[in-house]
Structure formats: C-alpha cells, structure tokens
C-alpha cells in the first residue's frame, strides 16, 4: 500500500492505524485532522432510493453517539496523513480525489484487491478495525482508553465482539509457563 500511494491506499492505512469505521473515514475532512489526531464527528450511508439505484450520504454524526470521539495516528504513520494532504490539495475531505469525496465502497473494493494481489483472504475493513482492537487489548492498552478510541459505549463491546487471540500456540504456551503460580512445581503438591 505504502509502496503505491494512492489516496484510497492510504486511506486504508489510516483505518488499520486507528480503527475508524470505513463510513467513518470518507467522512473525515481537513478540518477533523489536528496533528496526529482526527476528529470523528460523521460517517456515510447508503440507502436505496424508491426508484432504484443506491445515495451515499455523508451524516453529520456517526454511528452511535460513543461513536463521536478523537482517534490517534500513531507517529511512524503521520507520514501517511502528510502524503494525504499533498495528493488531496485542498479538497475539503481527507479521501477524496478531482470529482469529491470518494465513497466506502471504493475503499472497500481496494482492500479486497489488495487481499488478492498479496495472496491471503479478502479481509473486510471490519477487519482491519477487529485487528486494530486485538492490538490495543493484547498489549495491554487501558481498557477506557480501547473503548474511547473504538467508540464503543462498553468496553465489554470491544473485548466480546472485536478481540481476537492473535499469539502464536508457542506464544501462548510461553506466556502460561511464566505465570508465577506455575514456575514452581514443588508448590503445587
């Protein structure tokens, strides 16, 4: 992606970076980027209309309420909103080229091409935003702090629906063998 610095390309950095919903990202303008934070504030929908065909819309709120908040580009990718910024020029959105703001779906398209050219499994953005979690919570960020950046109003949302176990069955077997309870057999018995 980084090799290829396409604006939907960084974008989807940006999303595995801060686990920003994909609707969440289109919606991001200039204006929500202070430094290495944005400001979460809208997101797009679609819906179909009566007469067929599909409306992108960009609501000016996000998902849910705890879904208003500020997330945090790392600092080995502020790189990443830099090189946003030379290519989008002064378009009013973070993802956006000459004709506007670029929709969720053409994010979401890349993504599953760029599963395809690497060889693994199509990924939604979902994912990237479940992987981000896992991150945060195996290394043992603050739960507040995995709920805030999440916009999540429980953190038990983050922990139940986005955690996944991502260590190796070595890793696992390393970290159980040095929990202190278990480093003296003599002990136990």
């Not at 396409?6 to 204006?31: Q, S």
């Not at 500020?70 to 910024?85: G, M, S």
């Not at 979401?108 to 979690?133: A, D, E, F, M, N």
Request: proline share 3%.
């Amino acid at each position: 992606l980084i090799s290829n610095p396409t604006v939907v390309n960084l974008g989807i950095i940006i999303m595995f970076c801060t686990g920003v919903r994909v609707g969440e990202l289109v919606g991001i303008r200039w204006d929500d980027v202070i430094e290495n934070s944005i400001k979460i504030r809208r997101t797009e929908i679609t819906y179909r209309k009566e007469t067929g065909g599909n409306v992108y819309e960009i609501r000016e709120y996000p998902k849910t309420e705890a879904g208003i908040r500020t997330v945090y580009v790392p600092n080995e990718f502020t790189v990443v909103l830099n090189k946003l910024k030379e290519l989008t020029g002064n378009q009013r959105y973070m993802i956006s080229d000459d004709n506007g703001n670029i929709k969720a779906l053409k994010v979401r398209k890349q993504l599953y091409s760029v599963c395809g050219k690497i060889g693994i499994r199509r990924k939604s953005p979902h994912k990237l935003r479940k992987t981000y979690i896992s991150i945060l919570l195996d290394n043992g960020v603050d739960k507040k702090l995995v709920q805030d950046v999440a916009g999540h109003a429980q953190i038990s949302t983050s922990e139940r629906n986005y955690h996944r176990n991502r260590k190796s069955d070595a890793k696992k077997g390393e970290i159980l063998s040095n929990l202190p309870e278990f480093k003296n057999i003599e002990l136990m018995f």
